[in-house]
Every structure is written in C-alpha cells, then in structure tokens.
C-alpha cells in the first residue's frame, strides 16, 4: 500500500498543479472558452451531463472491447503461425506493416459504405486493424527470441514442437505480449472514437463531441474528451493489471 501510495502522489501532484495553472492562465488572459474552456468548466459540464457521456462512454467501450478481444486473438494466431513458418512470415510480416499504415480515418468511410447505416461492424473493424498488428508484432518478437540453452535442452528431450512452443516460446513472449497488449488497449479507444466521426449510428464519444462543438458547447465537447481520455485509461489500467496477474514474478523481481 505506501509503495503504491508512493509511486501515485508524484503523477497526481503533477495533475493538481497543471489543472490549477490551466485555470489560472483562462483566467488572467480571458481566453474564449471556444478557444480553451477552463477546467472549472469542464467538470461542471461532465457533472451536469454524467448520465448521458456514460451512456456514450459505455457505447464507444463496447465497440473498443469487441474490437480489441477479436483483434488480440487474431494478432496473436498470427504471430504463432509466423513463429512456425518461414514462408507465411515472409509473406504476413510486410503485409501486416503495409495495412497498419493505413489512416482510420480512409478505413471508416469504405467499411461504412459496406455494412448498414445500424450497423456497429465497420467501427469495429476498423479496430481490429489497430489493435491486430502491435499485438501481431510484439508476440512474433517474443515468439523468437528463445534462449539457445532452453532449445538446446528441449531438443535433447526430443520435445515436439507444441511443446516447444508451450513451455519455452510462449512463456519467453509474455512480456513482449502485455507490451503489445497495452498499446493496444489505449489504440483500441482511440480507432473506437476516431471510426465514429465518419457516419453510421450516432451514438458514442466521437459523434457526441462532433454535436457539441457543431453547438458551441465547447466546455461540453471538451468534457465528453476528458471521458474519452477515462476510457483509455481504463483500458489501459485493465491491461496493466491483466500483465501482474499473468506474471508475478516481474511484481517481485521489480521489489528486489
């Protein structure tokens, strides 16, 4: 508990003092709020409208959620398959490359034009791309990066391999994994809220911000990116949390 107490109050500190300066610094230029609202006005936006940015919160997190999971699992059985095959990596790897440099915001227009204007499919499409290739990349450096006398040793126990894989190149990858992981959680709501600016439903964080700035209602707008920002950090913090529980040994190493 003071460990945590003690590696939290630095970064909230540092918090207290940026939003006390950003309010004082409106204050005494008397900036327009369509330029810079001050954060006094943000949060009386965000108490004022909490009900209705959860609901848009909790739109843009399904989209983000699904995306991620299905996404990670597609990363994930690639990088395994690349880890095996020569031929499909050499084939995948600058593939893979190519389409993460794609923009979301060329993605989102085409898939849109593909699916229903009801539809949630394209949104989450366009996270899957996203989130696909950290996650892709990140294992497959895991994946091969095994140390010459754990494969000396497996091959001298005639280990098939599966059981290579199993118990030396998986779990070597983990912590290339989680670091994909969490770039993949934080890029996961942002292609979530960037896929809603470009049509279908109107519902969730980017069609909501794209109403409230369209209205004037820029502390608002301002207000539904502060919740966007949340979700980020929720996901990421999930991530964080989902590593120490897979691997408690980096928790007591870190201590020593």
Known sequence: MRRAFGAAWPPLLFGIAFLTLWEVFVNVRDIEPFVLPKPSAIWEQLRENHDRILEQAWATGQNALV?????????????????????????????????????IVALTPIFNTMFTSTSTTPRRLVIIIAVAFPIFVNTLRG???VDPVHAELMRSYAASPW?????????????????????????????????????????????????????????????????AIGLGLAFYLVALLAERLAMPWQRSRAST
């Open 163 to 227: 059981t290579m894989t199993k118990n030396v190149r998986l779990p070597g990858a983990l912590p290339f994994f989680f670091t994909g992981l969490r770039i993949a959680s934080s890029t996961a709501v942002i292609a979530a809220v960037v896929s809603e600016y470009f049509g279908g439903l109107q519902e969730g964080l980017g069609p909501a911000i794209t109403s409230a700035a369209a209205a004037s209602a820029y502390p608002r707008a301002w207000a539904i990116v502060t919740a």
């Open 143 to 145: 994946l091969r990066q």
């Open 67 to 103: 995306g991620l999971a299905v996404g990670l699992l597609i990363g994930l059985a690639l990088a395994l398959l690349a880890s095996r095959l020569r031929t499909f990596d050499e084939m995948l790897t600058p593939l893979a490359a190519a389409v993460a440099t794609i923009p």
